[in-house]
């Protein structure tokens, strides 16, 4: 006897359980297709109350308005994907995705040169001040007399060149170089985008 109960139980929690999936796949069908409830209410000839009642569960569809909703979900979920053939307004989409693609490509290219730009110049501005130091360390050493003789000139330069060879350094460019591979990476994603599209 109570395994008879037991079962019966358990069928009922399963029913209820498929139905509450059913209706939850069926609940996603107004979302599927981007309508209101209104709209879905209208496309299935009930009320907007009788439709939001089925959507929580609450009450069930007429026969009729089940069918056609049925209908509707084999349509979605069978259909062929949508392609420009199907769907002639997907050209003017894709057309409008290339152009997205296409103009960030120019953003990208321009933004390229000026790192590239901005690298090359922040490295010769290092290259100069590191030739400057190593000159002054060499006068220090081998050129002591010539190196009294202008150690006030000298201290100037090696602070200037210090001075450039901390602003222009290698964690410096370091960070440009970063900037640029990441600018690449993003030019290789843009032109696998544009290729996709053709």
């Known amino acids: 006897m109570w395994q008879k109960i037991r079962l019966e139980r358990n069928a009922t929690r399963y029913t209820q ?10 609940k996603k069908i107004g ?5 209101k409830q209104e709209n879905m209410a209208m496309l299935l000839r009930v009320t907007r109350t009788q439709w939001s009642m089925y959507e929580i569960g609450e009450r069930d ?19 062929e994907p ?8 997907l050209e003017s989409q894709q057309a409008k995705i290339k152009k997205v693609y296409e103009d960030q490509q120019l953003v990208n290219t321009h933004r390229i ?20 130091l190593k000159f002054i360390r060499f006068l220090e050493l081998h050129e002591a007399q010539l190196y009294q003789k202008h150690k006030e000139l000298l201290e100037e330069l090696q602070g200037t060149a210090e001075e450039a060879v ?13 900037k640029l591979q990441i600018l690449l990476q993003e030019a290789i994603i843009i032109e696998n985008g544009l290729q996709e599209l053709e």
């Open 31 to 35: 979302e599927y297709l981007g309508m």
């Open 82 to 89: 949508a392609t420009v053939e199907n769907f002639p307004h």
């Open 17 to 26: 359980k498929q139905k509450a999936n059913d209706m939850e796949k069926d």
């Open 166 to 178: 901390h602003k222009n350094g290698l964690h410096v460019q370091a960070k440009q170089q970063l």
């Open 113 to 132: 040169m000026m790192v590239e730009r901005k690298l090359a110049l922040i490295e010769k501005k290092y290259e100069y001040a590191m030739t400057g």
């Open 61 to 79: 569809l007429p026969l009729a308005a089940k069918n056609q909703l049925a209908s509707m979900l084999a349509f979605i979920h069978q259909s």
